[in-house]
């Protein structure tokens, strides 16, 4: 109609104002309102980075004190939650069971569900980052038949996470401090990413009104495919499929091909046109991790030289195509000894600080609209019905 600017999948359109993250997509620069990723992943912790994107500035100790507090008397679920896992196939994708469990919470804490009242809206994003973990351990622990663990309110964020996760009732489990440190920086490297589809779509279910749960579950669902989380899962099976370095040019000259599907998954992203710089941080983290828990995974050597073969292929250079966070996280998750199928649950929990944030930040401007973009149409012009017998 000439009405409206055409821009499918938004590649030049700013939804909305934000303070919180700023990409500079050329030049790989990502910043946590002003702080660099790199400084936040090597110096800071992942509650640090939640506090900073929920509220402004980065905390004092104190305020920190408080903020771990807070965060740990919410880890606990419902306890009927558990039985909702049990409604599930205990084959079950994870992401199925936590876009489920999510979106029921808002079946169970009804007290932090009224939108217009600020105080709801803290505690409703206080319990949505404390319980992911919870939700996310107890997919884990059903699809493997073990009995779920409580959460341990002694430990940190990330590792009650890892207890919870690879613990057992019968046994003390001892969280790795070189693990937890690894975990909780794959975290703060997932935490946010300004308006991606996941985002965009927590802002645009809750731009209706929409209670926080809700919306947090259709960011999950949205972020469970190969384009978006998806991406680190799809990424190791990848690299495994390479099996080892000579079977490479074969997967370049695939990802290259036309009329070929395939794409380096890991690879590529629609905002940076130069190296992602989670993935610099990424790919450094492994090397620790493998140090730490004695690994040699000849995955990893696929991926680093799948990465200096592709970063030398005209067609990538051209391309800009450069290893994304996704590239390397599934190598260290699996190290660590989560099966595939969790990776992507590990990003909706971290993203969810995200998620979180942008909700608070689009629910409190005084702007803020229900999200209706418009269409160009291309169906029939108007016509009159005809009965069926004489069509
Ligand atoms: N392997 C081979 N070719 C690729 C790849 C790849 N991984 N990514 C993009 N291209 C090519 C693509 O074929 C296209 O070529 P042409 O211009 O000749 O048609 C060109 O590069 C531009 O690609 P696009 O699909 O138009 O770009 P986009 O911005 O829409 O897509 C992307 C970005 C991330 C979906 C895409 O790069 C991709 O599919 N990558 C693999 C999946 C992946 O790793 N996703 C994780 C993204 S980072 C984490 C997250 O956001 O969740």
Redesign the pocket.
Known sequence: TGKFTYDP?FTSTASCESGLTYIDGDEGVLLHRGYPIGQLAEQSSFMEVAYLLLNHELPSSDELAKFENTITRHTMLHEQLATFYRGFRRDAHPMAVMCGVAGALSAFYHDSTDITDPKQRMIASHRLIAKMPTIAAMAYKYSVGQPFLYPDNKLSYTGNFLRMTFGVPAEEYEVNPVVEKALDRIFILHAD?EQ?ASTSTVRLAGSSGANPFACIAAGIACLWG????G?NE??LNMLHEIGRPERIPEFIAR?KDKNDPF????????VYKNYDPRATVMQKTVREVFEALKVNDPVFEVALQLEEMALKDPYFVE?K?FP???FYSGVILSAIGFPTTMFTALFALARTVGWVAQWNEMISDPEQKIGRPRQLYTGPTQRDYVPVGQR
């Not at 190969?226 to 989380?229: E, K, L, S, T, Y």
């Open positions: 999948g990413h991606n190969p384009a978006h989380g991406a799809a990424a990802a794409r380096l998954m890991g690879f590529g992203h629609r391309k195509l994304n966070v996704d």
